[in-house]
């Protein structure tokens, strides 16, 4: 079974400038999740989709943050403009469902750095 | 809110000792509590994942146990060797929309 993929692995841009991640998620898995997460610190939760419908988006900057999951399939992350705060790794994850005890599996991530 | 606490954030020890890795949490309302590790540039590998109902789970050297009631979970290592370097995160999953709440890790460092 294929696991999550994420691209790029890798992104370094200037401040100001606008940039995206892609996720794709385990075949069937209908919950995924976006985390970020800073040098240091766990992962934090930006966003979560059940299909293609948002459950949770409380913790993502609305004014420069976006994100979708066009068919409930994969997802793309947005961030525009970005700010030196926004260097992290981001990491896309799924489960089968998000109402209930479902194990979430990790994607490798995409390393952001903003110059 | 929920809020997830390792200490200490760093430690070493010498190969061959066991490790004791210790997490606490606030809110027992959880569906799950699993642990991760994670290599420097690297994402999160799975350790275990034990259940609320559960009270621990084993694989291998590893063994992870919940206290859901007292909100401790500690995931011991047997024999360590130097490739367990890494950071150890703890994390639980959330009543109702089963997030993740992490905490900050327990960076390892195993001295041959």
């Known amino acids: 079974e294929a696991g999550v993929a994420q691209s790029p692995r890798y992104k370094i841009i200037e401040k100001r400038q606008s940039v995206a991640f892609w996720c794709n998620p385990i075949?069937?898995?209908?919950?995924l999740y976006w985390y970020q997460q800073i040098l240091g610190q766990g992962p934090k939760l930006l966003i979560q989709f059940q299909n293609n419908g948002v459950v949770d988006d409380s913790q993502l900057p609305k004014d420069r943050f976006s994100a979708e999951r066009l068919k409930g399939v994969d997802s793309t992350l947005k961030i525009q403009p970005a700010k030196l705060e926004d260097s992290a790794v981001y990491l896309c994850a799924s489960s089968l469902s998000g109402t209930g005890d479902y194990e979430q599996y990790f994607g490798p991530g995409t390393r952001l750095t903003v110059t | 809110k929920q809020e997830v606490t390792q200490i200490p954030a760093a430690l070493s020890v010498p190969e061959g000792e066991n490790l004791v890795l210790n997490c606490s949490f606030t809110d027992s309302a959880i569906y799950n509590l699993q642990w991760f590790r994670q290599d420097p540039g690297k994402g999160l590998t799975s350790l275990l994942l034990i259940q609320s109902s559960q009270r621990e789970q084993t694989s291998g050297r590893l063994n992870a146990s919940l206290d859901k009631s007292s909100g401790r979970s500690t995931l011991y290592i047997a024999a360590s060797q130097p490739g367990d370097s890494a950071t150890y995160l703890c994390?639980?999953?959330?009543?109702?929309?089963?997030?993740?709440?992490f905490g900050k890790g327990n960076q390892v460092v195993v001295i041959p």
């Open positions: 994390a639980v999953g959330i009543y109702g929309n089963n997030r993740l709440a």
């Open positions: 075949s069937g898995h209908a919950t």
